[in-house]
């Protein structure tokens, strides 16, 4: 993954700016170029009522653009603060809308960006961070959505988790975590949770049956390589490891190979999120997770579960729509 162009959006708060703080991490590493936007939810009926009561006051043209403006003064204020090379602050954006989410979608797709970062909460934690906002961009976007929280910037990224199992729309997360992991210098760990099935019989501890854990990395190794044998623009292999559930992942271009260290673990869980989210905060450094999955992946990606994890996940967190091709 090329990063060259990377769009914040913020709504002009402290605590929205979580992201545009940590963009020096990914301007140091890919020397990318960075906008930033805003939107102005649209006051359709203050413009109505100004209308019925006479006052001589034009929303459209009195104070819109006032507002505009005055925003991106803001949008450079917080640019000149937290983006240390000039050369690297790209557009300041300002759109008026009544939905942020749709706003920010059309300039992902106008813009041509390889990534978003998005802060995991905005002012008085308004709706348009986590709330409805957040979750269509990572719903629809077709460029991956780095999530940061408020409370965890990223200066070094040591450990990349992706949660996996065993759909190609799970396994698509891992090229891009390759690339991620080759720029900062990171292993990757790729996280599987069997659910558990739990008893009503009050005292007695939810039990699986008939889980082989060694088995379970045998078939995700196995499946693993299948997806890159499929997906052969990558140029990615697994190379295994001398010890259980430790390997590598190689990728051969123009006659170079490069590597990252590839461990996998197998947990157990009565809920996959909630595994997800505590194992993750323990351990990773950034979180990157396919937002459509197939099979048991289905129940740990998809709807509510997606939503859960990435409003208590303290972690930074890409989330992909993947396109596969075979």
Not at 15 to 32: G, T, V, W, Y
Not at 51 to 63: A, C, F, R, S
Not at 122 to 140: E, L, N, W
Not at 180 to 191: D, N, P, Q
């Amino acid at each position: 993954m090329n990063i060259k162009r990377v769009l914040i959006p913020t709504d002009l708060s402290e605590k929205s700016n979580a992201a545009l703080a940590s963009a020096d991490l990914f301007i140091e590493s890919f020397d990318c170029m960075v906008d930033l936007m805003h939107v102005i939810p649209l006051s359709k009926y203050l413009g109505d009522s100004f209308d019925k009561i006479g006052v001589p006051l034009n929303m459209n043209k009195d104070v819109y653009p006032k507002l505009i403006e005055k925003q991106r003064k803001e949008l450079s204020a917080f640019a000149n603060k937290h983006i240390k090379k000039k050369e690297n602050r790209g557009e300041y954006i300002v759109t008026i809308d009544r939905k942020p989410s749709d706003s920010i979608l059309n300039q992902i797709e106008k813009g041509n960006y390889d990534l978003v970062m998005m802060s995991a909460r905005g002012a008085h934690f308004a709706d348009f961070f986590h709330g409805s906002a957040t979750d269509k961009v990572i719903r629809r976007s077709k460029t991956p959505v780095l999530t940061v929280s408020e409370t965890m910037l990223m200066d070094k990224i040591n450990t990349i988790v992706v949660p996996c199992d065993f759909s190609e729309h799970s396994l698509a997360a891992i090229p891009l975590a390759f690339d991620l992991a080759l720029k900062f210098g990171s292993k990757i760990e790729l996280l599987n949770v069997i659910e558990m099935y739990s008893h009503d019989i009050h005292g007695i501890e939810p039990t699986t049956f008939g889980i082989d854990e060694k088995a379970v990395y045998g078939g995700i190794k196995s499946r693993l390589k299948s997806y890159f044998a499929d997906q052969e623009d990558h140029d990615l292999s697994v190379v295994d490891g001398d010890e259980l559930y430790k390997d590598t992942l190689v990728q051969a271009k123009k006659g170079k190979e490069m590597s990252v260290s590839l461990e996998t673990k197998v947990l157990k869980s009565i809920a996959a999120h909630h595994e997800i989210v505590d194992y993750s905060n323990e351990n990773a450094d950034l979180v990157i997770m396919s937002t459509h999955g197939r099979s048991g992946l289905s129940r740990m990606l998809l709807g509510s579960t997606t939503e859960q994890v990435i409003q208590h996940l303290n972690k930074p967190q890409i989330t992909i729509k993947p396109d596969l091709k075979k």
